[in-house]
């Protein structure tokens, strides 16, 4: 999941700022969905995991636009073809059951956590890029998790659940500083 957190740009900020409000509210409402089926891969259960990334390619775009330089909607760009081979790729495992599913999630979250530390890490100058970077390398190690837990004797979606609660954090915590940046601007 990737983020451009960028207090230091005014006229873009209260557009990721909704957007960041958005993407907290879908993780939760998403991870309570995950809960609720009690990690079982049915119709639904393929449908949830699938959902997930393609709303995070919806989200780039909408970030995308409103991104004020060639190497922000770059790193987008990228980010949106990850999500979309995720999204396939969950579609597909998905008839092969939850662990297929882990494994695929597991590098999806891996790449995209790459992805997020590099664009958090080149970023760094300009402020307010810690929950970019913490979330990247989070998301790195719980990819090697999910891979992991793939191969054990019960694996559960439940962790994926946790994952986007965690991820929507930080993009609560992220919009919560575009917010204070406005107002000290």
Do not use: C, H
Not at 56 to 64: K, Q, R, S, T
Not at 139 to 163: E, I, Q, R
């Amino acid at each position: 999941m990737t983020t451009v957190d960028t207090p230091a740009a005014g006229s873009i900020a209260p557009a990721l700022r909704r957007l960041y409000f958005v993407r907290f509210a879908f993780a939760v409402v998403w991870a309570a969905l995950v809960f609720a089926t009690k990690s079982e891969l049915g119709a639904f259960g393929v449908a949830l995991v699938v959902v997930y990334p393609l709303f995070d390619v919806a989200a780039a775009v909408w970030d995308a636009r409103s991104s004020d330089t060639n190497e922000q909607v770059r790193s987008l760009q990228v980010n949106m073809a990850i999500s979309l081979v995720a999204a396939v790729g969950l579609a597909v495992a998905g008839a092969s059951g939850v662990p297929a599913v882990l494994r695929v999630w597991g590098a999806w979250a891996i790449v995209s956590g790459v992805v997020q530390l590099i664009v958090g890490v080149g970023r760094r100058a300009m402020g307010g890029q810690w929950p970019m970077i913490l979330s990247g390398g989070i998301s790195v190690l719980a990819g090697g998790n999910f891979v992991a837990s793939a191969s054990g004797s019960d694996p559960k979606l439940s962790g994926v659940a946790g994952y986007a609660v965690l991820g929507g954090i930080f993009f609560l915590v992220s919009a919560l500083r575009l917010g204070r940046s406005r107002k000290e601007g």
